[in-house]
């Protein structure tokens, strides 16, 4: 397996869709279980369209500077980076890695090239969001490879 990261093109908006939804999948049930059925059907009513959406927004809208990973001609996944309008500071938005491929480092091979890509833009300080809950373990172990620093967070629902 051959990994190559490339600037997103057009043509990959759907296999990039398609494998962040598996991605996600299990991570949406992870949220599930620890948030119990009706707090996880209020905040997330439709999850897969609004993480289409929010895909969709990140790959056209032109905020994110937006790559893909490739095997051979396949799509395995993608990155999302966001600049700090004030510069100094970016953020890894939104990356996903389709499951027949995790395990392989293609999620480190792409938290490193945007790490390195945000150095080389000016950046001093980067980030990335990801959850607690046990569907969001891989992210963590991934993102701590790459050398960032976890800093917990709790949130808290409730259904009212």
């Known amino acids: ?68 990973a490739e095997d051979g001609a396949r799509v395995v996944g993608f990155v999302a980076v966001v600049l700090e309008p004030e510069g100094g500071a970016g953020a890894v938005e939104l990356l996903a890695v389709d499951p027949e491929y995790q395990g392989r480092d293609v999620g480190t091979t792409l938290t490193e090239f945007a790490t390195t890509w945000m150095k080389g833009a000016g950046v001093t300080l980067a980030s990335i969001w990801t959850g607690g809950d046990p569907g969001h373990a891989p992210a963590r172990r991934t993102y701590e490879k790459a050398g960032y620093t976890a800093l917990p967070l709790v949130r808290y629902y409730k259904a009212l």
């Open 1 to 68: 397996m051959q990994i190559q990261v490339r600037p997103f093109k057009a043509r990959d908006l759907d296999p990039v869709i398609g494998l962040s939804l598996r991605a996600w999948a299990p991570v949406y049930e992870s949220f599930a279980e620890v948030m119990g059925p009706e707090v996880f059907g209020r905040q997330y009513p439709d999850w897969r369209t609004s993480q289409r959406r929010e895909v969709e927004a990140a790959c056209t809208k032109g905020k994110a500077h937006v790559w893909g």
